[in-house]
């Protein structure tokens, strides 16, 4: 188990915002030790232009990223996954595929900033404030000890999705 990467998916509706958020920010933080993806129910088909721009603006490579499926994750070919966390409520309270492996599942609430409404300001603003909220909680994760996935871990791990964190 050590000398794998641990396979991280955050999954959302539309996999356009948050989810994206999320998954970069882990695929930036979490080195080599982490395998981040994200995926959505019902994905949009693209990642959120605000998503993309606060990610970009903050350094964080935004090649390659899009919107997907969360069926892509589970087929005989899929990666493997170790966690599996739900970033938005409507995620959270739908029936989730069976994931192979039977992975640690958490879930981190946050406030769709896409589901904002008002001039590109207050838009921006809402995608830095889901960006601080990501980077709290993922750095938050980094450091537990997540090489022993025991149960303190997987409790350590649903408190995250319950930590307040600081609006922008």
């Given at each position: ?47 959120n ?40 409520d ?12 039977h ?48 149960e ?17």
């Open positions: 188990m050590a000398d794998q990467p641990i396979g991280i998916l955050f999954l959302c509706t539309g996999n356009s915002a948050r989810s994206v958020i999320a998954e970069r920010l882990m695929a930036e933080l979490g080195g080599k030790e982490f395998l981040a993806y994200s995926a959505g129910s019902q994905p949009t088909g693209k990642p232009p605000f998503a993309l721009e606060v990610l970009a603006s903050n350094g964080i490579d935004i090649s390659g990223v899009r919107s997907k499926s969360w069926d892509e994750f589970t087929g005989a070919n899929a990666p493997a996954i170790d966690i599996v966390i739900t970033v938005c409507s995620a959270a309270s739908e029936t989730c595929p069976v994931w192979p492996g992975p640690i599942t958490a879930h981190w609430g946050v406030a769709d900033p896409a589901a904002i409404e008002g001039d590109e300001e207050k838009k921006r603003l809402a995608f830095a404030t889901t960006y601080s909220q990501m980077l709290a909680r993922i750095s938050a994760l980094l450091r537990l000890e997540y090489t022993n996935r025991d303190e871990f997987r409790q350590a791990l649903r408190d995250i999705g319950r930590m307040e964190t600081a609006h922008v």
